[in-house]
């Protein structure tokens, strides 16, 4: 009984100083990170982007919504983030959307949401529906950054938006 209280009254100790040493380190050292996965889906007039949970659903229900664009209601773009040395810190993720609406004059829409970084990477949604869909006509191109403040720490943008 003694060895188990030992052992984990050591394990306390040593976790604590490892915490400690990890704040220190990263007020240190400047805030990283990167996006790492986008994923563009459009939503049809119930918000829902597939008929399961399968992914061959769902990739057959986003071809189906592409042809049937009465269907349609808005787009969600699910991102994958991650951030180092940013514990405490309130970070956002921004994805930038151009389009073409139905006269052929290009449009912008900003989408933007704050986040707090954890230990892992972290999956967000940020939907555009309604009124501000329809006045983005057809998606051409997005961006999408991880930001701290005014600093741009990360950036993942599709083929077009260079263009």
């Given amino acids: 009984m003694r060895w188990?209280?030992?052992i984990l009254f050591f394990t306390?100790?040593?976790l604590s100083f490892w915490s400690q040493g990890l704040r220190a380190e990263s007020a240190a050292k400047p805030?990283?990170?990167r996006i790492i996965k986008v994923l563009p889906l459009i939503t049809d007039t119930n918000g829902a982007v597939?008929?399961?949970p399968s992914l061959f659903d769902r990739d057959a229900y986003q071809a189906w919504l592409l042809e049937h664009t009465n269907e349609v209601s808005g787009i969600r773009f699910d991102v994958c983030w991650k951030a180092h040395h940013?514990?405490?810190?309130?970070?956002?993720?921004r994805v930038e959307l151009r389009g073409v609406n139905p006269s052929g004059l290009p449009t912008e829409?900003?989408?933007e949401q704050t986040v707090?970084?954890?230990f892992f990477h972290h999956w967000i949604s940020l939907t555009l529906a309604g009124r501000e869909y329809k006045k983005l006509g057809t998606l051409a191109a997005w961006r999408a950054t991880l930001w701290?403040?005014?600093q741009k720490i990360s950036e993942q943008k599709s083929f077009l938006w260079s263009l």
């Avoid at 940013?86 to 993720?93: E, P, Q």
């Fill in 4 to 6: 188990r209280r030992l």
């Fill in 12 to 14: 306390f100790v040593c």
């Fill in 31 to 33: 805030p990283t990170g």
């Fill in 50 to 52: 597939a008929t399961s």
């Fill in 86 to 93: 940013a514990r405490g810190l309130m970070l956002k993720v």
């Fill in 109 to 111: 829409a900003t989408l």
């Fill in 116 to 118: 707090t970084p954890k």
């Fill in 148 to 150: 701290d403040g005014q």
